[in-house]
């Protein structure tokens, strides 16, 4: 079973930069999509960004687009997600998760494994 270890979360100001990490130790990472979802309260989850492992493909939700920027590390078995210009509504729980497969996909339910999620925090 595929286990997710996320880090990189914080409290920041407004117009700050974080950088979030997600560490698995699954041998076929390679063939795995990996995606980011954050979670504010009282609101649902939300599709932020997500990249095919092996193929680089990636995926965007319009409220981060030309702010954050998903990536991967083969070496490191690592998926980033480099945020910057944070503005106070990107504050939420962010969670990593992963898919089998090889198609970016960006709906929640599509992904059965997840990580415990990094609390971000941007202040005005």
């Known amino acids: 079973q595929v286990q997710l270890v996320e880090s990189g979360g914080g409290l920041v100001q407004a117009g700050g930069s974080l950088r979030l990490s997600c560490a698995t130790s699954?041998?076929?990472?390679?063939?795995?999509?990996m995606g980011w979802f954050r979670q504010a309260p009282g609101k649902e989850r939300e599709f932020v960004a997500a990249i095919s492992w092996s193929a680089g493909s990636t995926s965007y939700a319009d409220s981060v687009k030309g702010r954050f920027a998903i990536s991967r590390d083969n070496a490191k078995n690592t998926v980033y997600l480099q945020m910057n210009t944070l503005k106070p509504e990107d504050t939420a729980v962010y969670y990593c998760?992963?898919?089998?497969?090889?198609?970016?996909?960006?709906?929640?339910?599509?992904?059965?494994?997840w990580g415990q999620g990094t609390q971000v925090t941007v202040s005005s």
């Open positions: 699954e041998r076929t990472f390679r063939s795995y999509v």
């Open positions: 998760a992963a898919k089998f497969g090889n198609r970016v996909v960006t709906t929640a339910y599509e992904y059965p494994y």
